[in-house]
């Protein structure tokens, strides 16, 4: 099932964005051409570190967001969604 949500209409805060881990397995955190993988399965790390990675300056939800099956990626980086759509290069 596909659910998109518009961001400008619904803000996602503290709550909602630890939420969105349920089923999560591995976070991907860009911010500019920085990435940070996040291993939930095995080692999830404090919620204040994940709230760091997934809210932006205004308490919400950073965008884009987006999940692809076990993967929760944050913000963009045109590289880390190669990779976690398989589309890369090698």
Do not use: H
């Not at 400008?8 to 709550?15: A, D, H, L, S």
């Not at 709230?51 to 965008?63: I, K, Q, S």
């Not at 913000?75 to 190669?82: C, I, K, L, T, V």
């Amino acid at each position: 099932m596909k659910e998109t949500v518009d961001a400008t209409k619904t803000r996602i805060g503290k709550e909602g964005a630890l939420d969105l881990l349920i089923g999560i397995e591995k976070l991907v955190a860009a911010k500019g051409k920085r990435i940070e993988v996040f291993d939930l399965k095995n080692a999830r790390p404090d919620d204040e570190t994940l709230l760091a990675r997934l809210l932006g300056p205004t308490g919400n939800l950073r965008a884009p967001t987006a999940r692809v099956g076990n993967t929760l990626l944050i913000g963009f980086n045109e590289n880390a969604y190669e990779q976690v759509l398989g589309e890369g290069k090698g």
